[in-house]
């Protein structure tokens, strides 16, 4: 049986007092679920939030970590930083860290056996770009920054992986893949792992769906296989959102 999640993706949004009001209020509304629920906020306010979801069944999560284990990285954050405040959980790969930040899926080998050298789990994000997917090379594309990054890794390390696949003609742009595509797309993951390993292990990945999910499309979404759960940008900001996209899991 796999783990259902929800997850928000902050990004660079919501000061200290903003944090605190948004983590305030989820608290106080959040469903009861079997899904993880996790928030990542800015890296600033990592620490707050862990200490005010202590008693909640929220995770504090990272939104990016450095692969060295320490040293001269200016502005970089390294995992025992993350592991040192409360925070086990990291999204890594995340469109926007490849395409501002220049982030490989070389670099993000490292970034992915830092982090599971240190028992942290990942949520790794790729997805194709809307060339791409106009071109039909949306398989081969997600199979690359798959196989790049993550199928070198024995089988035991799966275990702390959650996958997030992000096209990334949908995110933030309000255009969401229909429940088809992500289904059609999620299958093919599943069967590119289960070639590169085995089936039994594919069919234990967690798989979430990101770009452009809200309380009106969560439900056709989620009810799809192979999703199980969703990276949330945007609507993660408001709580009704998040909290009715939580409900729809
Ligand atoms: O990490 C979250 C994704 O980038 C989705 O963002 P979005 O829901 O604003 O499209």
């Excluded at 928030?39 to 707050?48: D, E, G, I, K, Q």
């Excluded at 992500?182 to 289960?194: G, L, S």
Aim: hydrophobic share 45%.
């Amino acid at each position: 049986m796999r783990n259902k999640v929800v997850a928000g993706n902050w990004k660079m949004n919501k000061t200290m007092a903003e944090t605190e009001s948004l983590l305030h209020e989820l608290s106080a509304k959040l469903p009861d679920t079997s899904a993880e629920v996790m928030v990542a906020p800015t890296s600033v306010n990592l620490a707050a939030a862990v200490h005010m979801l202590e008693s909640s069944a929220i995770e504090t999560i990272a939104q990016n970590m450095h692969f060295a284990e320490s040293g001269a990285y200016t502005g970089e954050i390294a995992a025992d930083m993350l592991l040192s405040i409360g925070v086990n959980t990291v999204i890594l790969g995340h469109s926007e860290r490849r395409a501002y930040f220049g982030e490989t899926d070389e670099l993000l080998a490292d970034k992915v056996k830092t982090a599971l050298n240190k028992s942290m789990r990942v949520i790794f994000c790729f997805g194709e770009e809307l060339e791409e997917r106009q071109a039909g090379s949306h398989f081969e594309v997600v199979e690359r920054q798959l196989k790049n990054a993550l199928f070198d890794l024995p089988a035991e390390a799966w275990k702390q992986i959650i996958l997030a696949y992000e096209p990334v003609w949908a995110i933030g742009t309000g255009e969401t893949a229909s429940p088809e595509q992500a289904q059609e797309m999620h299958a093919f993951i599943r069967e590119t792992i289960a070639k590169a390993y085995d089936a039994t292990l594919a069919d234990l990945v967690t798989i979430l769906y990101g770009g452009s999910v809200k309380p009106g499309n969560a439900k056709d979404i989620f009810s799809k296989p192979d999703v199980d759960g969703g990276l949330i940008g945007g609507a993660s900001l408001v709580a009704d959102d998040f909290i009715a996209i939580i409900k729809a899991i």
